[in-house]
């Protein structure tokens, strides 16, 4: 069979998130603000996947230590544009991919034309003061944008989510299976009452389907007893006796799937919890023309589970690989998918009606994209973040902070420091010194501009700390803070790598909606080899 370039070249991605997360990332529009050594990592991972273009906004120079720390620029390229310099070099990686630069200062183009960044899918912010910081976060939080907060000093890696919402279908979790046992399709119960255990010889006997050994011998459990299922952990037992029993032999492998899958059966069919909070939220019950395809289709599956689903989602339609004969299997597998398509079929019709209601053309919303939201309903995501100005300003999460930051492991207080080196830039317009930090002079090892420098980044830590009302400050606190110092502000080459691998599979999935995002901080310190997440 041929197989065309595009998909040879991006063959192991591509059974990652498949075709629709591939054009997903073809159609993306990337901007980097600032081509610094961890956002010209980030852009490579994404250049190389193939998303559709990247611009790096950028209004410095290259000097020696963007040289030294990023394998984007070489030494030629000092004194030239830093943002066309690395604009250059990474779209050499991917012919498919377009590259543009702006030599400008970003900070100017948020305070005087903001609109500028609406043009982008995603926005990727390096080396932002604060208050500029801000700004961005709250235009493309309307615009609903996602913005992602990159942050490299020394070995602490840091990357924030922001964007009101992201809705996920395609969570691929480990297992989709919905076989629906205790509560049989018509299709099921009449493939499975096919089977005549007893008249069947061994060698039949031994490629019955363990779906079908489930379902036979738990509807003889549910005659005489109630018709309720297992629940307890000696009627399982007493479940999985009743199917020994019905072995012939002590090889036959088919039984031995089916009592390696007994909890499948015990387990009752019903719509999990998050997926009935997602299904009752208020944007699923309040659809408009302005609804995203998600809640209209997600609506559609609440009126059929309270409908014609009976109170169940709509079948998955997937079967399990399983030890039985070919044709049988595949009739097991007929059965299932046709139930699927019936459901699928039922959604539609509603997605319909709702379309119409608000305006909206049948063909706004495709059939694979029903089928995919109906095969994956049970697993369906929606997250919802926090603001930055909720974070900074409004709602700091106080209680949380000060549990964290009794714990003297806990990477939070990287956190406080890079929030304490923000607050130390917009006074000093520089990050604290590593020059100045140590001195020869000095028997403890710093000079006066470093102690002084110290002093004024421990100020800002306080400070804080007494801003989210924490009065116990964590251990060794000083010796993070000569730490932050030492850092200087500066990238290595090692950890931008690591956080530009992190950062560019969040942003992945932000543009494919597949695979769960983290939700919403990320903090790596590379000393200890440890990352943790955050909700801030």
Not at 230 to 249: A, L
Not at 438 to 449: P, T
Not at 460 to 476: D, R, T
Request: with cysteine; aromatic share 8%.
């Amino acid at each position: 069979m041929l197989v065309d370039k595009k998909t040879q070249k991006y063959d192991r991605q591509l059974r990652l998130w498949q075709a629709e997360g591939q054009l997903a990332l073809e159609n993306s529009k990337v901007c980097l603000i600032n081509g610094t050594a961890t956002g010209c990592e980030i852009i490579k991972d994404l250049v190389l996947p193939g998303i559709g273009s990247f611009t790096v906004v950028d209004g410095k120079l290259v000097d020696g230590a963007d040289a030294g720390i990023t394998f984007f620029l070489d030494a030629d390229k000092i004194g030239s544009s830093r943002a066309q310099a690395v604009t250059e070099l990474l779209q050499e990686l991917n012919e498919d991919v377009k590259g543009f630069h702006l030599a400008e200062d970003p900070v100017t183009i948020i305070e005087t034309r903001p609109e500028y960044f609406l043009q982008f899918t995603i926005v990727i912010a390096t080396e932002i003061p604060e208050n500029s910081l801000l700004k961005l976060a709250e235009i493309l939080w309307i615009a609903k944008i996602p913005l992602v907060v990159v942050r490299s000093v020394g070995f602490i890696g840091y990357f924030r989510i922001i964007v009101p919402e992201h809705t996920v279908v395609e969570t691929h979790p480990d297992n989709i299976n919905d076989l629906r046992l205790d509560k049989p399709f018509p299709a099921l119960q009449q493939f499975a009452d096919t089977f005549d255990f007893d008249s069947m010889d061994p060698t039949d006997h031994g490629h019955i389907p363990y779906v079908v050994i489930l379902l036979k011998y738990l509807n003889q459990w549910k005659r005489e007893h109630g018709g309720n299922l297992p629940r307890t952990y000696s009627e399982r037992d007493e479940y999985k006796s009743i199917i020994s029993r019905g072995k012939r032999c002590s090889d036959e492998e088919n039984f031995d799937e089916a009592l390696a899958n007994v909890w499948k059966a015990c387990m009752p069919s019903r719509v999990p919890r998050e997926i009935e909070e997602i299904l009752n939220d208020a944007t699923c019950e309040n659809i408009t023309a302005d609804s995203s395809n998600f809640w209209i289709i997600a609506r559609a599956i609440r009126d059929f589970v309270a409908n014609e689903g009976q109170g169940l989602l709509p079948l998955a339609g997937t079967v399990p690989d399983m030890k039985a004969y070919t044709t049988g299997y595949v009739a097991l597998q007929s059965a299932y998918h046709q139930q699927a398509r019936q459901d699928i079929s039922v959604i539609r019709s509603r997605v319909n009606d709702i379309l119409n209601s608000i305006g909206r053309t049948a063909d706004s919303i495709h059939d694979d994209e029903i089928d995919s939201f109906c095969k994956n309903a049970a697993h369906i995501k929606v997250i919802r973040y926090r603001s930055l100005q909720e974070e900074y300003i409004s709602d700091p999460k106080k209680v949380e902070l000060e549990q964290w930051l009794q714990d003297p492991q806990d990477n939070i207080i990287h956190y406080v420091l890079l929030r304490a080196v923000d607050r130390f830039y917009a006074t000093h317009l520089h990050h604290p010194d590593a020059a100045t930090f140590f001195s020869e002079d000095d028997s403890e090892g710093l000079g006066e501009a470093a102690k002084s420098e110290f002093e004024s980044l421990k100020a800002q830590v306080h400070s804080l700390l007494e801003a989210w009302q924490i009065s116990n400050p964590p251990e060794h606190l000083d010796d993070y803070i000569h730490e932050i110092c030492r850092a200087g502000g500066s990238e290595l080459p090692n950890i931008a790598s690591l956080i530009g691998g992190l950062v560019s599979q969040e942003v992945i999935k932000l543009i494919t909606h597949q695979y769960v995002t983290v939700n919403n901080t990320c903090i790596f310190d590379g000393v200890r080899s440890v990352s943790s997440t955050y909700v801030l």
